[in-house]
């Protein structure tokens, strides 16, 4: 049953990743001021494990750092960790104590869906992003479109920031929510059940 259940898992994700290419594909040729990156053009910052910075864009320029935050205080780093040569659905991950934990989406009823780490215990650990005179603000999931759900940042005045990814070579990637399955419960990851994941993907507007 749950070699069933990963291989349907495996299969859902290629065919999201199928979809994002076909996306990329169709806007191909649309002006835009971002950074895209193109998953057709076979474009590669390494063949080993690469990794990216995750940062909160902000409207005027200029980013915020994405940490996450345990219940003492103490912040982690956020980053991207592509360990292939395609970067079209790269894991995000923060670095607790020496592991590299998970960050996904759990179940939840909130208005905002909240994103997590999720620590080899079950402890669930918040991901925040920091600004420069020290403001912490909340990163949700706060729109769903299809599969994709939408991540932000939230300022105290209700405004949304981008969540994005930054390879060494400056490529950006979206940070989204990713649904493979339509039934609330992804899996469950060390006790906690996940509604989503979440990825870097390729820009789509």
Partial sequence: ???FKHTYIATRMASVLVIFIL????NKGKSNDNVKVDATVAVKDSAVETIWEVKARLPMGGVLDVKAIDSDGNTYDVKAVQNSDQISLVDIKAFVKGNSLPIKIPVSDDKYMPVKAIDTDGTIIDIKAFTADGQILDVKGVEQSGNIIHIK????????????AISPKGWI????GIKMLDSPVEMT?????????????????
Avoid: R, T, W
């Fill in 153 to 164: 940042a939230i300022n105290s005045k209700g405004e949304f920031y981008n969540i994005e």
């Fill in 23 to 26: 996306i990329i594909g169709c």
């Fill in 189 to 205: 990851i060390n006790g906690v059940d996940i509604f989503a994941h979440v990825k870097s993907i390729p820009q789509l507007n």
């Fill in 1 to 3: 049953m749950n070699s």
């Fill in 173 to 176: 990637n979206d940070v989204k």
